[in-house]
Each structure stands twice: as C-alpha cells, then as structure tokens.
C-alpha cells in the first residue's frame, strides 16, 4: 500500500551489486508506487577476498544504469539519489574508492561484515567460537575503527552480528550491547556524534528471524542521548518479496526515540526531512 508519509528509502541495492535483483529503472518505478519521496541507491564496492561481491563492481556500469533510471523517472517521481556502500573501509576505503572515482555520488555508506576472516552475517563464525560474544566485542572495537578511520557518510546496519547469531541458534533474549559493553558502544557513538557520521536504522533484520532493527532501540536512544542527530532509513533492499520492507516501522522507531528529522544526502551534503 503506498505510504502517505515522507520517506527517503537510503539503503537500496540494484542489479549492480551481485546479490541483489532489479535494475534501477524498474525500482525507481516501485518506489513511485509505494509513494515512496526517495530512494538511494547503493553498489556493493567490496575488496575482502572471500566476499561474495569481491571485485565486482564497475563505475561506469553503474553510472549508465543510474542515469538511465533518472531519465525514465518522469518530473513526478520519487528522487533519485546514488550512492555506494564500501565494505570495511577501514581497511579496504583506499582501493574501493578508487575504483569508483571519475563519477559523482551523492553518499557513501560504510559497513563492517567482516572482523577479519569472520563473517558476522553468517552463522559459522558464532558456531565455531567458543566465545561468540568476543566476536561482537571484536565487532565493535572494529566499528570504532571504521569511523574513526573515516571516508564515508553513514555507518550501515550496526549490530547486524544478530544475523548470524540467530542462524548459529543463540538466544539474544538478553543480548543488549550498550549494557554488555558500554564502555565500546559509549565511545563508538561519540566518535559519530564528533565526526558526523550519520547511523543508519536498517529494518532488514523485521524480514528475518531476529525481528529486529539495526541498531535495536537501546543502541538509538544511547545514540540520541550523546547529541546524535544524524539518523538515515534504509531497508537494505535486495530482491522480493522485501522490497522496501519496515519502512513505516522504522519511521515509528525513529520518532518514539526522539528524532524529528532524519537524513537524505544529495551531491555530498546532508539534508534534513521531516518524519511527521
């Protein structure tokens, strides 16, 4: 049912990333169904070795793809926004960067998958440690990192450990970071609120077992306590039947955490929009 609220859907993948489904021009067209105000999309730029997408994306194909959706869009349809999402850029931002370079994009989204060869969306490395929550301590010490290192707009799905936690089994009924490690979660969202980096509510996680956001509410009213202002919604979309999913869920969160704006970003810059 299309949505009578203003919404910008910032974390949306295209046929130009390898996991994802639909080209541009076709989403563009959805997301004027479902009322949407915005969409930004975002490829997959990464360069760990044993990631799915490693090496894959092509500037120019992208750009093209984009281009051809802006132009099919119609004076009347939702804005299109285009971004990239580079993976551990603290440790791969230099070569992901380059290789996109010689093109403009309105925002960079940094997002941690990998704690070295671990991958924290799957649910091997949780079945295999005989400490899983070291590997979200790791998790975070490497999500201060990132920020730290820098490069980008908007840090991507914090907390999406639980992926992979809730395929190993784990129960995270009481599995609450800002009261298991406060200390890191404290220091980690005040390095955003210092630099600006904008923290992205991701409702991928209400698709699958987990049920939840990323980040979950205790993490967002921590970051909201700290000054943080700077809030981006995004569904991580990637293929139906979730297209755009949580959307209006997200909305609710964000408000009942209170913030009365989130963020689209245009040409590099962010901008406000209302939630109300």
Known sequence: MPTTRIIYDMHVHTSNSPDADFPESLLASRAADAGLSGVGFVAHVDYHPRDFCYAWFDAARYDEAFAKAVESRGSDGPVLLKGIEIGEPHRFGERAMEAASGYDYDFVVGALHWVGEE???????????????????????????????????????????????????????????????????????????????????????????????????????????????????????????????????????LLEAGFGTALLYRRGEPVEYPLR
């Open 119 to 253: 991958l924290v969306l799957e649910k091997e490395p949780f079945e295999a440690r005989a400490d899983p929550m070291g590997l979200v301590e790791e998790y975070l010490r490497q999500s201060i990192e990132m920020v730290e290192t820098g490069g980008f707009d908007v840090l991507a799905h914090l907390g999406i450990f639980r992926r992979g936690m809730t395929q190993a089994g784990l129960d995270l009924r009481e599995l609450d970071e800002t009261r298991l490690f406060p200390d890191l979660v404290r220091q980690l969202l005040s390095s955003m609120v210092e630099r600006g980096v904008a923290l992205e509510l991701n409702t991928s996680g209400l698709r699958r077992d987990e049920r939840v956001t990323y980040p979950v509410p205790p993490v967002l009213a921590l970051y909201r306590s700290l000054g943080g202002t700077r809030v981006t919604l995004g569904s991580d979309t990637h293929r139906d039947p979730w297209v755009f999913y949580g959307l209006g869920e997200g909305v609710d969160m």
